[in-house]
């Protein structure tokens, strides 16, 4: 039987991950219309080590055209040429990167990006326009992660105790650290370790800066791994409360003495303030006294 709080809980959590969905589709049209920053050149120094490459290259090539046979020559000149285009190609690959948005997935990723805070923006390639539309963007959107974030605790505090939260983190870090190792054995065979790794930094919202976390399943993390997580944040939040009760209680009355004994002092001042005014209000009137008395005896 489902408890009542959980399922209202449960009915405000779909609720706000509709409007989360919405907003990202927003945010994904208004990014794609943006203009993108363009791209970036070469800057001198790597132009200038290219250039003497190059000139180097021609070197060797014209001076071991002299002594070498054909054949020899041909073989000394692709292994020549191989070096330069791989560092051409380094150089561009750093240098000319593709610009983040040039799609509507690029789009609907960086708009997830900015109100999850879950992996790095790249700034250098974002226009005037979009970071400004990003600041105000990730202003409204972070708060709206936050509240479904805070329904997804409510709901899951209603019928999991505490251990439990702690073990479904551990559980969907592991899992999603298995999806990740099988998608990456096709291509960049990562260790199990950093898996693991690279999952809680996206599920704990830390980041990581190189991103390779598919996109994927960095949308998993934050649709459960992330809400996991809050609600374990929920819980040691509890306990470091709890266990800190004591000490603060015996620093607000620590405090309060300190207050009163400043207050006291301060009231002791006033009233000396005070008590020094009657005296020169009564040595006015006595004096005042005693020049009418002068008077009258003259």
């Known amino acids: 039987m489902v408890l009542p709080r959980c399922e209202l809980a449960f009915r405000r959590t779909v609720f706000y ?3 989360i969905f919405c907003y990202l589709l927003f945010g994904s049209v208004v990014f794609r219309i943006l203009p993108n ?38 073989l000394l000149a692709n292994q020549k040429l191989d070096s330069y285009e791989r560092s051409l190609a380094n150089a561009k690959d750093v240098d000319e990167r593709p610009q983040p948005i040039k799609t509507f997935s690029d789009a609907f990723h960086h708009s997830f990006l900015l109100i999850t805070t879950i992996g790095g923006i790249d700034t ?101 791994g992330v809400s996991a997580f809050h609600t374990c944040y929920h819980a040691i939040q509890r306990t470091i409360e709890k266990n800190l009760q004591s000490f603060e209680i015996s620093f607000s009355n620590s405090f309060a003495h300190v207050q009163r004994f400043l207050d006291n002092d301060e009231n002791e001042k006033v009233d000396n303030n005070n008590r020094i005014a009657e005296e020169d209000e009564d040595a006015v009137e006595e004096t005042e006294g005693e020049e009418d008395f002068s008077a009258y005896s003259t």
């Open 124 to 224: 250098d390639d974002l226009s005037r326009e979009a970071k400004i539309f990003s600041i105000v963007y990730s202003f409204f959107g972070i708060p709206l992660s936050l509240l479904y974030l805070n329904q997804c605790v409510k709901a899951a505090s209603s019928f999991w105790k505490d251990q439990n939260a702690f073990v479904f983190a551990g559980g969907c870090v592991f899992f999603v650290a298995v999806l990740y190792d099988v998608i990456e054995q096709s291509s960049d065979d990562t260790p199990f370790f950093d898996a693991i790794f690279s999952v809680f930094l996206a599920a704990t919202t830390i980041g990581e800066e190189d991103g390779r976390v598919p996109r994927i399943l960095l949308y998993l993390i934050a649709l459960i």
């Open 37 to 74: 920053a363009s791209a970036p050149r070469l800057d001198s120094e790597k132009q200038e080590k290219l250039d003497f490459e190059r000139a180097e290259l021609l070197n060797i090539l014209w001076a071991e055209s002299l002594g070498r046979s054909e054949s020899q020559w041909s």
């Open 17 to 19: 991950l509709i409007i």
